[in-house]
Nanobody, 116 residues
Framework: QVQLVESGGGLVQPGGSRRLACVAS????????MKWYRQAPGKERELVAA????????TYADSMKDRLTISRDNVKNTVYLQMNSLKPEDTAVYYC?????????WGQGTQVTVSS
């Protein structure tokens, strides 16, 4: 079955960096685009970054585009999200997402807390 397992969250100081990872299994990873979403307390889940199946195309939310890099390793079945210059308002649970044969799959999420 499809599984998406995120890791890399934690407590980070303002201005710091964090790299999240999402390991995928149960499907042919290299065939599918992947996305990262986040959900802050009391807010709706929002898309922060997406990457095509080959990694050749990426998109970012306007609010974070200068501070994010999404990448993937199709050998390791892993998608990454590098976040720089983090701000307290970036505090959220970050989720990995894949749309596979018209069905959406979510990971369990990883908490990122930006605080001094």
């Amino acid at each position: 079955q499809v599984q998406l397992v995120e890791s890399g969250g934690g407590l980070v100081q303002p201005g710091g960096s964090r790299r999240l990872a999402c390991v995928a299994s149960g499907f042919t990873f290299s065939y599918y685009a992947m996305k990262w979403y986040r959900q802050a307390p009391g807010k709706e889940r929002e898309l922060v970054a997406a990457i095509s199946s080959t990694g050749g195309s990426t998109t970012y939310a306007d609010s974070m585009k200068d501070r994010l890099t999404i990448s993937r390793d199709n050998v390791k079945n892993t998608v990454y999200l590098q976040m720089n210059s983090l701000k307290p308002e970036d505090t959220a649970v970050y989720y990995c997402y894949a749309l596979i044969r018209f069905r959406g799959y979510w990971g369990q999420g990883t908490q990122v807390t930006v605080s001094s």
